[in-house]
């Protein structure tokens, strides 16, 4: 049971990852649209909102009693990361072009990211499979844009296509790596799981949010709420599937 768990799980995190270099691919091909990109950040803000509130925090503070301290360590941990090692970070397509857009630093800051999810979601399938798979579908709805926003940037940089993909290949692969790293350590899975929370939560209400707010009119905040009704529907559907 355990190595069909394992399994699945490196199926939904290698999906995911697969979801980080489909959004590097439209982005350097050219085949996108921002206003659709923004519709799926903010499904994903919803869905992502409500995972961590409602299943993230509740299940890693069961586990761990410490748990709200590296809660705010995973928030905090991102927050550096986003204002000292990769401050040209967006979810959206990268418009200006700056000469000295350090491409490096911005992949290294989407790879933490990246490498997070991995662990969020190799640690939802160590509790629980129906855990995991709320995580899954709550990371992936996000994973495309993030794919856009390394790949766009990299060309922002006057990088080539073949480097844009390239750097949306690498920041998927940091999700794999993520996966890896709770597999190897299993007993980790309450401390990790707190971070993740933390992780998770600040791509949502300080990443994701933000980015919808940036779209005028009703139909983009109903999105969020989507994600909010489509987290609930999903999780039901778990249960009546017996996950």
């Not at 790949?151 to 990088?159: K, N």
């Not at 993909?165 to 940091?174: N, R």
């Not at 350590?185 to 209400?205: D, I, K, Q």
Request: proline share 3%; charged share 10%.
């Amino acid at each position: 049971m355990l190595d069909r768990s394992l399994a699945i799980s490196f199926a939904c995190i290698g999906a995911a990852a697969g979801a980080n270099v489909l959004g590097g691919m439209f982005v350097a091909r050219r085949e996108w649209d921002g206003r659709v990109l923004r519709y799926f950040v903010a499904l994903g803000a919803g869905f992502m909102l409500a995972a961590v509130l409602l299943k993230l925090i509740p299940e890693s503070t069961r586990l761990l009693p410490e748990a709200p301290g590296y809660i705010l360590a995973g928030y905090l941990l991102i927050h550096l990361f986003e204002h000292t090692v990769a401050p040209h970070f967006h979810f959206g397509e990268e418009t200006h072009h700056d000469h000295d857009l350090d491409t490096t630093t911005a992949i290294a800051g989407l790879a933490v990211h990246s490498f997070f999810d991995g662990v969020t979601i190799g640690s939802g399938f160590l509790i629980d499979p129906a855990l995991g798979f709320l995580l899954f579908t709550a990371i992936v709805l996000h994973k495309a844009p993030e794919g856009f926003a390394i790949a766009s940037v990299v060309l922002a940089a006057h990088g080539t296509r073949a480097q844009a993909l390239a750097a949306a290949c690498i920041v998927g692969a940091a999700s794999i790596v993520g996966g890896i790293v709770m597999a190897a350590l299993p007993s980790l899975v309450g401390w990790a799981l707190a971070v993740s929370a933390g992780v998770t939560l600040y791509v949502a209400a300080s990443d994701l949010v933000p980015e919808v707010n940036k779209e005028g009119g009703t139909r983009v905040a109903l999105a969020v709420f989507a994600g909010v009704v489509l987290y609930a529907a999903t999780e039901q559907l778990l249960t009546l599937l017996g996950i």
